[in-house]
């Protein structure tokens, strides 16, 4: 089994910032999982955010928010990152942490194995 826990979520303003964490833990986990983040906004479909290779390597992010968030990880502490800048009101979401066991950094929800269950993010004009 293979447990997601977001966490960092919450309430800013446009043009703020927040980081999101993603802890990993489980016997199945391994640091060699690529991870990615997603988010869905109300009444819409769940989108690619950012994803990361197993070290760290290779990102990939939308074209919505490239240049504003930042995906890293920390192998060490299995837990991956996600910081958003110059946040807009557009970026408001449920975002969710993902892990892909067979390592692709896919860009639809469909290549991840395992699911955190979201944190909120909102913000505020």
């Known amino acids: 089994q293979v447990r997601l826990i977001e966490s960092g979520g919450g309430l800013a303003q446009s043009g703020g910032s927040l980081r999101l964490s993603c802890a990993a833990s489980?016997?199945?986990?391994?640091?060699?999982?690529?991870m990615g983040w997603f988010r869905q906004a109300p009444g819409q479909e769940r989108e690619f955010v950012a994803a990361?290779?197993?070290?760290?390597?290779?990102?990939y992010y939308a074209d919505s928010i490239k240049g504003r968030f930042t995906v890293s990880r920390d192998n060490a502490k299995n837990t991956v990152y996600l910081q958003m800048n110059s946040l807009k009101p557009e970026d408001t979401a449920v975002y969710y942490c993902?892990?892909?066991?067979?390592?692709?950094?896919?860009?639809?929800?469909?290549?991840?194995?395992?699911w955190g269950q979201g944190t909120q993010v909102t913000v505020s004009a």
């Open positions: 993902a892990a892909d066991r067979w390592g692709r950094n896919g860009i639809t929800s469909s290549e991840y194995t395992y």
């Open positions: 489980g016997r199945a986990f391994s640091s060699l999982f690529s």
């Open positions: 990361i290779n197993w070290d760290g390597g290779s990102t």
